[in-house]
């Protein structure tokens, strides 16, 4: 029986759209995000543009005030104040400050532009510095992303030791384990442990609750020293950890300060693990938000054709590679082989393009391969070992992405 014009159309089309798995998650992610700003942009102008009008209203008021009470035209007033913001630009300001380009002050400016904090308080003014600072960004900020990418890895493979030793822990408590079990070889015959995985839920706690602290104690040491309120302070550590660096407030910018060694060293260690600990959180919420897209991606799969879908069902398609098509277990048939007199006959009447015979020699090997690659990432030895049975070699992932689905339990079901 034929299938109808309508539900075969659909179904033709669904197999020529080029919008696979991973174009849809991209555009969902870009349709997400516009959406976001738009939000942002909505809640930020209605909380600020009249804040930014009422000032407005008031400085013009103060500036014909004082034109008027000392006499001076308002031309010769708003050159001195241009004058007044090119000096503030260079630096310059009425009370001491610190000197911009000595030693610290420069090293100051390399760090923030090598971990592209970029506060802009202190920007090279001449040709020569500004050529320079391209040639030194460019391998500069490829240097602290590798950097990062290698913080990354190791605090994920240090929560991984520390939480699977806990999970042993829990094992032995609940009898599952004997008392003398020690990790080696022999942790492939336990049953509970093998294809463990920390919980990337469970890393993306542990990972905010050391931002937080870490933001907690540097917002404390930059209220007592800074003399700033403490949201500010807070304020300060989020723009200044997460690499946002607006410029408004920028600690250790006074002439002088009590303790100013061990301020300086302080201020450096806690931007420096403040940036790589926000800089690892981003990247495992990111893999959440990742794992939500999947979900609603699910949620839009075509189900318009029922009949196909039972046809399908009922031939099994069991000799048919599609792109994307992912690991089946265990349901192909080995007396399938028997149906048909030839490889030739087999695909004549499945439509497809390879035979049954080559289909499961191919999975017996991908499962080989599967159960190797599992039991290696779950004792914690190195992988050797790739699977591209269907995708590219970037299909695991680039950097930081790459990293978190190695080393986390539900970045491998979404894949």
Not at 122 to 151: D, R, S
Not at 272 to 288: A, D, E, K, P, Q
Request: overall charge positive; glycine content about 8%; aromatic content about 10%.
């Amino acid at each position: 029986m034929m299938p109808p014009r309508g539900a075969a159309g659909s179904c033709r089309r669904r197999r020529l759209a080029p919008l696979n798995e991973d174009n849809g998650r991209f555009l969902l992610l870009a349709a997400l995000i516009a959406a976001y700003l738009s939000a942002g942009a909505t809640v930020f102008s209605a909380l600020e543009s009249p804040s930014e009008a009422a000032a407005q209203l008031r400085w013009n008021r103060t500036l014909h005030n004082f034109s008027r009470i000392f006499n001076i035209s308002l031309p010769e007033l708003r050159a001195f104040l241009r004058s007044y913001e090119a000096a503030m630009a260079a630096g310059i300001r009425v009370d001491a400050l610190r000197p911009r380009w000595d030693f610290p002050g420069a090293f100051y400016f390399v760090g923030t532009v090598v971990s592209t904090i970029g506060f802009g308080m202190t920007t090279p003014a001449t040709v020569a510095g500004k050529v320079f600072l391209i040639v030194y960004g460019l391998f500069g900020c490829a240097g602290t992303i590798l950097f990062f990418n290698l913080f990354l890895e190791r605090i994920i493979s240090l929560l991984a030791f520390i939480m699977k030793a806990c999970h042993e822990r829990q094992l032995r408590r609940s009898g599952l384990l004997p008392p003398n079990f020690r990790r080696g070889p022999a942790m492939s015959g336990v049953g509970s442990l093998v294809g463990w995985k920390p919980s990337v839920y469970h890393v993306m706690l542990i990972l905010g609750i050391f931002a937080i602290t870490l933001s907690c104690c540097a917002s404390a040491m930059y209220t007592a020293v800074e003399g700033w309120n403490y949201i500010d302070s807070l304020y300060y550590c989020f723009v200044t950890f997460s690499t946002i660096g607006f410029g408004d407030l920028v600690s250790s910018q006074n002439a002088a300060y009590q303790n100013q060694g061990l301020y300086r060293f302080g201020n450096f260690i806690f931007i420096l693990m403040g940036v790589c600990c926000i800089y690892s959180l981003f990247n495992v919420i990111s893999i959440v938000i990742k794992q939500v897209l999947n979900w609603v991606l699910k949620k839009f799969e075509c189900r318009c054709c029922p009949k196909c879908h039972k046809s399908s069902a009922r031939l099994g398609r069991r000799n048919a590679i599609t792109p994307g098509a992912r690991l089946r277990r265990h349901n192909i048939s080995m007396d399938a082989d028997g149906q048909y007199d030839s490889d030739t006959e087999g695909r004549r009447l499945s439509g497809e393009m390879i035979s049954m015979r080559e289909l499961t020699a191919s999975n017996k090997v991908s499962l080989a391969i599967l159960q190797k690659q599992l039991s290696e990432t779950a004792n914690g030895y190195p992988r050797n070992v790739c699977i591209n049975t269907r995708q590219n070699g970037f299909s695991a992932g680039v950097g930081a992405l790459a990293i978190m689905n190695n080393r986390l339990a539900e970045t491998s079901d979404s894949r």
